[in-house]
């Protein structure tokens, strides 16, 4: 399997991801996905938990950024709910996004890790960024649109390769 469809990680939530753990890795800037990464599809509001671990996050002075394919509209009224700066219709898996966020947002790729939940958008573009990928399970992929749903079939085969080849869920090579 080509490396570019293999996340650096794989986690069942952004929760796991603690100061602690994301210090040991050199990492200082997030790039997050929205829909079904921080919170359901259909919801306007992201899991409880979830909100807990943005703000343990930015007590501890990480730089975080939202990076949606989603329309600037709706991401907006999110990231202004959680008080976070956005990057909309990121056109993930191409790697636009994540270039705006080195030269807008200063963010420092060497030290940046993109989250998401989809290996054909998020992980290969962060991948293709060169930086460090995060792949979690899905909130609630039942709830998502059609195009999302066709790609979800082939990115299990995907994910039981990683799985087989990487049981900790870590990307050795790294
Ligand atoms: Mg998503």
Request: net charge negative; glycine share 2%; charged share 25%.
């Given at each position: 399997m080509l490396k570019v469809f293999y996340p650096h990680f794989l986690i069942?939530?952004?929760?796991?991801?603690?100061p602690e753990r994301l210090r040991t890795l050199g990492i200082e800037y997030l790039l997050l996905d929205v829909?079904?990464?921080?919170?359901?599809?259909?919801?306007q509001e992201p899991e409880p938990d979830v909100k807990a671990w943005l703000k343990s996050l930015k007590d501890e002075n990480f730089k975080l950024c939202l990076l949606s394919n989603g329309v600037g509209k709706r991401i907006g009224q999110f990231a202004e709910s959680v008080q976070l700066p956005f990057i909309a219709k990121?056109?993930?898996?191409?790697t636009s996004g994540c270039r705006r966020a080195f030269s807008?947002?200063?963010?420092?790729p060497e030290k940046t890790a993109l989250v998401g939940d989809?290996?054909?958008a998020d992980v290969m573009a962060g991948r293709l960024s060169g930086i460090t990928t995060f792949c979690v399970t899905p909130l609630?992929?039942?709830?998502?649109?059609w195009f999302t749903r066709i790609k979800r079939p082939f990115e299990k085969i995907v994910l039981s390769s990683f799985r087989r080849k990487f049981p900790d869920g870590v990307w050795k090579e790294r």
């Open positions: 069942n939530s952004v929760v796991e991801l603690t829909d079904c990464t921080l919170k359901r599809y259909s919801n990121a056109c993930k898996p191409f807008e947002h200063g963010f420092i989809q290996i054909f609630s992929p039942e709830e998502e649109h």
